[in-house]
């Protein structure tokens, strides 16, 4: 594999753009343009294609931890000028803070298997009897298993964003039915008015003082003595 293509898995299984890239970059304190990392992005046949360098690999995977672990004080590590394919590994794994376990699952879901001892052999100082050159073919899978664990948490953000507009959705038609609501009840209070209205006598403002009482109904007044008097 070369840098480039280990560049490129990282920028797609993270949706990293053009701008993030250069940010990750400048928090491991190296210096890179946008015009650079286009550069490195495309493939090999494609004109203006540039190899990406041990050093600039091993700057931007300092920033990968950064950025996933957060940024430590103080003078930032410098970046290797001469790259394994088991630095990128114990970079990738301290960045995505996985431990052995994490790492044999992982591999599980893309149908590689490895043994805990076997992995651990990749972790030690190249000096020591156990350590164990890291091939291609196992960090090609390593970067595989990686974005299918993250692709997965992507198109999960993707479907949240997916429930947001859903939500907003029905913020509007509550709020549509909620205006409806209010027209009928401003309706029915004005049937109400009218209603009360029609049911008061119309007096004629002309009127006179005795034809007024001409006109009053008159209403029978009986005393307790008087209904009682023809039962006596």
Request: proline share 2%.
């Amino acid at each position: 594999m070369t840098n480039n293509d280990i560049l490129r898995r990282l920028r797609y299984t993270f949706n990293f753009n053009d701008k993030k890239m250069v940010e990750i970059f400048a928090t491991a304190d190296f210096s890179v343009t946008r015009e650079q990392v286009a550069h490195w992005l495309k493939k090999e046949d494609d004109e203006g294609y540039v190899n990406c360098t041990d050093q600039q690999l091993a700057a931007f995977l300092n920033g990968f931890i950064n950025e996933k672990r957060g940024k430590r004080a103080g003078e930032q590590p410098k970046p290797e000028k001469k790259l394994t394919n088991n630095i990128i590994l114990t970079k990738l794994k301290i960045a995505l803070n996985l431990k052995a376990e994490d790492i044999i699952e992982l591999l599980q879901q893309v149908d590689f298997r490895i043994g805990k001892a076997e992995l651990s052999a990749f972790f030690r100082k190249p000096d020591h009897k156990h350590y164990r050159q890291c091939k291609d073919q196992f960090l090609r899978n390593f970067l595989k298993a990686i974005q299918e664990k993250y692709y997965v948490e992507r198109s999960k953000k993707i479907d949240f964003s997916a429930q947001k507009k859903v939500g907003k959705s029905n913020n509007i038609r509550f709020s549509k039915e909620a205006n409806t609501s209010k027209k009928t009840s401003e309706v029915d209070t004005v049937r109400a008015n009218k209603a009360k209205t029609a049911k008061k006598l119309y007096v004629n403002p002309k009127i006179t003082t005795q034809e007024k009482t001409k006109s009053a109904r008159k209403t029978l007044k009986l005393k307790a003595e008087d209904i009682w008097k023809d039962q006596d």
